[in-house]
C-alpha cells in the first residue's frame, strides 16, 4: 500500500503563488513515476507536472515557465512551486504516485485563483 497526503492549496490572487507538497508512506519502492495532476470542474483530470523513471522533469505547456516540481527523497516528499497563478489554474489537484504494482493518489487539494 501506498498512502499519498497533499497540503499546500488555498485561495489566492491572480499573479500570486503557492506551494503544494505530497509526502508518501507505506511501501514506496520501485516507484516509476511521481507528480501532480489536476481537475477542475466538468473537465477531465489533466497532468501538471511529473518526474518519470530516470528523474526528468515533464511539465503541461499551460504550466511551463510558472510550475516547479521538486522533491526530497529523505522525506519522500514532492513538492509543486506555483508561481504566476492565472484563474484558469483553479482546481483540485491530486499527488500520483505510479509503482509496478499500479496508480496511487492522494485525496487532493483545492486551488483557486481569484480576485
Known amino acids: 500500500q501506498v498512502q499519498l497526503v497533499e497540503s499546500g492549496g488555498g485561495l489566492v490572487q491572480p499573479g500570486g503563488s503557492l506551494r503544494l507538497s505530497c509526502t508518501a508512506s507505506?511501501?514506496?519502492?520501485?516507484?516509476?513515476?511521481m507528480g501532480w495532476y489536476r481537475q477542475a470542474p466538468g473537465k477531465q483530470r489533466e497532468l501538471v507536472a511529473v518526474f518519470d523513471i530516470v528523474g526528468n522533469r515533464n511539465y503541461a505547456d499551460s504550466v511551463k515557465g510558472r510550475f516547479t516540481i521538486s522533491r526530497d527523497n529523505a522525506k519522500n516528499t514532492v513538492y509543486l512551486q506555483m508561481n504566476s497563478l492565472k484563474p484558469e489554474d483553479t482546481a483540485v489537484y491530486y499527488c500520483y504516485v505510479n509503482t509496478y504494482r499500479g496508480n496511487y493518489w492522494g485525496q487532493g487539494t483545492q486551488v483557486t485563483v481569484s480576485s
Open positions: 507505506g511501501s514506496i519502492f520501485n516507484i516509476n513515476a
